[in-house]
Nanobody, 119 residues
Framework: VQFVESGGGLVQPGGSLRLSCAVS????????MSWYRQAPGKERELVAT????????GYADSMKGRFTISRDNVKNTVYLQMNSLKPEDTAVYYC?????????????WGQGTQVVVSS
């Protein structure tokens, strides 16, 4: 199982970024997928989730209306479009599968992609 996140960077408040996560090692199209983030000194938190075929999405309250999760089951990739970024969105962003009990592969995390929102 492998997750490779990319697309992070330094952006000014109000800016946008699109994150990507390439997945391998399991049947991607059979799993819900989620984005998570971990800010310095804080626990990892759930950001957004998308159903296996992409027909249903869910977001943490603070991301609703600003972030959009999507997926491409041909490319085995999940995306996170982030708009209207705020300094409090600064974190390392990760993807992983999502199952009923929580993280799908808790022993397999990618390196994450760093997002810094600062003027």
């Amino acid at each position: 199982v492998q997750f490779v996140e990319s697309g992070g960077g330094l952006v000014q408040p109000g800016g946008s970024l699109r994150l990507s996560c390439a997945v391998s090692g399991f049947t991607f199209s059979s799993y819900f997928m989620s984005w998570y983030r971990q800010a310095p000194g804080k626990e990892r938190e759930l950001v957004a989730t998308i159903s296996s075929r992409g027909g249903s999405t869910g977001y943490a309250d603070s991301m609703k209306g600003r972030f959009t999760i999507s997926r491409d089951n041909v490319k085995n990739t999940v995306y996170l479009q982030m708009n209207s970024l705020k300094p409090e969105d600064t974190a390392v962003y990760y993807c992983n599968a999502r199952v009923q009990s929580g993280v799908g592969f808790p022993d397999h995390w990618g390196q994450g992609t760093q997002v810094v929102v600062s003027s």
